[in-house]
T-cell receptor, first 112, second 113 residues
Framework: NAGVTQTPKFQVLKTGQSMTLQCAQDMNHEYMSWYRQDPGMGLRLIHYSVGAGITDQGEVPNGYNVSRSTTEDFPLRLLSAAPSQTSVYFC???????????FGPGTRLTVL | GQQLNQSPQSMFIQEGEDVSMNCTSSSIFNTWLWYKQDPGEGPVLLIALYKAGELTSNGRLTAQFGITRKDSFLNISASIPSDVGIYFCAGLNYGGSQGNLIFGKGTKLSVKP
């Protein structure tokens, strides 16, 4: 199994540009989520999904959209990038509500 | 909302020393998780605790789920240079959504050879 994969690993955007961060898992996990990690802030939840077709907002959802059309994929969209969205983004998945969560390697995003 | 207080924020220790870090919360959790993050990588799950009072080991790592369900600690014995990284605790409530997985802000560990 590849586990949780994320692409790209690095990205630089200009303010106002849009892009999609890709996340895929091959473990047939129901739960998937997106976090951002900023210095001194730990991991903050952006959006999550408890299964295909179901998504919900986390702690910091503004400026981000998600969709979950398949169990495997959970892309994160930035519609109009802002410098405040400069961060490291992690996708994660887990099999059930009570189980440990597995993280992808991260996408380092810089918005100029 | 729920918050986790993780301490210490950072530690500088000598190789071979034991390390202890902990997380406390004002709320009850049903599961405690401990992660390690190496530079440039995603967090990796080290230990998961599912029952109050549970003590679980993974090699030189030992973690405990506090009896009150409001705290957990992680010990590392005989530290080595590859233990360097950021350690995160996370608390989880059963039946909840992803929104109920709460992370501490991390303990940054540095080990001098």
């Amino acid at each position: 199994n590849a586990g949780v994969t994320q692409t790209p690993k690095f990205q630089v955007l200009k303010t106002g540009q849009s892009m999609t961060l890709q996340c895929a898992q091959d473990m047939n996990h129901e739960y998937m989520s997106w976090y951002r990690q900023d210095p001194g802030m730990g991991l903050r939840l952006i959006h999550y999904s408890v299964g295909a077709g179901i998504t919900d907002q986390g702690e910091v959802p503004n400026g981000y959209n998600v969709s979950r059309s398949t169990t495997e994929d959970f892309p994160l969209r930035l519609l109009s990038a802002a410098p405040s969205q400069t961060s490291v983004y992690f996708c994660a998945s887990r099999a059930g509500s009570a189980l440990g969560q597995f993280f992808g390697p991260g996408t380092r995003l810089t918005v100029l | 909302g729920q918050q986790l207080n993780q301490s210490p924020q950072s530690m500088f220790i000598q190789e071979g020393e034991d390390v202890s870090m902990n997380c406390t919360s004002s709320s009850i959790f049903n599961t405690w998780l401990w992660y390690k993050q190496d530079p440039g990588e995603g967090p990796v799950l080290l230990i998961a605790l599912y029952k109050a009072g549970e003590l679980t080991s993974n090699g030189r790592l030992t973690a405990q789920f506090g009896i009150t369900r409001k705290d957990s600690f992680l010990n590392i014995s005989a530290s080595i240079p590859s233990d360097v990284g950021i350690y995160f605790c996370a608390g989880l409530n059963y039946g909840g959504s992803q929104g109920n997985l709460i992370f501490g802000k991390g303990t940054k560990l540095s080990v001098k050879p």
